[in-house]
């Protein structure tokens, strides 16, 4: 949409500089899947945050599954800097050109998720998430790889996705309790 190309233009013509190019260049590595395995790991490990860690795990690969297996194969949406009318010739991409397609950004579907999931989780620590998951969707803009309505349909999946996925575990924690009562092999009191 031209509109777009527009506010990606307006973003490089603006508020383009060294300092912000090197922080975005940089901050926007954050959102690499690498990352997000590590963060799912290290969340993994003590018991106090393994249930978010689980529930961020499978938000993170229902994320993959419909926006970058699904939808941009679907779409088809080509890359911003590829399209008529982007100032490409005063944009230096900052980071190497993405191979897949545009629609929707997995960096913002992505830190979408896991903020969404830590918000519900804590929200403390979430509205710390969400920040860095709205600075990681502006960054993908910024370095000119995806549109405005790119971040927006990210969003709006990692809504979706992180929603059913926290209130299914709610559910299931509520309902069965995953922790054992007693060891294993050993009879209750009661049963006895």
Known sequence: MPWEISFLNSIQTGIANPVL???????????????????????????????????????????????????????????PYTMPGAA??????????????????GHALASFNAALIVFYNNKRWGILALFGAVVMSFSRMYVFVH???????GMLIAVFSSLIMYNVFKALFARYSFELKRPL???SAKAK
């Open 88 to 105: 490409i010739d005063a944009v230096h991409l900052l980071i190497k050109q993405p191979s897949d397609y545009s629609f929707p950004s």
């Open 21 to 79: 190019d090197t922080f975005f260049k940089y901050f926007t590595l954050l959102g690499e899947p690498v990352v997000f395995i590590l963060f799912c790991l290290i969340l993994l490990v003590p018991k106090r945050t393994r249930k978010m860690g689980i529930q961020i795990t499978l938000a993170l690969l229902g994320g993959v599954i419909i926006g970058n297996l699904i939808l941009k194969n679907a779409i088809a949406r080509p890359r």
């Open 147 to 153: 549109y405005p309505t790119d971040i927006i349909g």
């Open 185 to 187: 092999g050993k009879k």
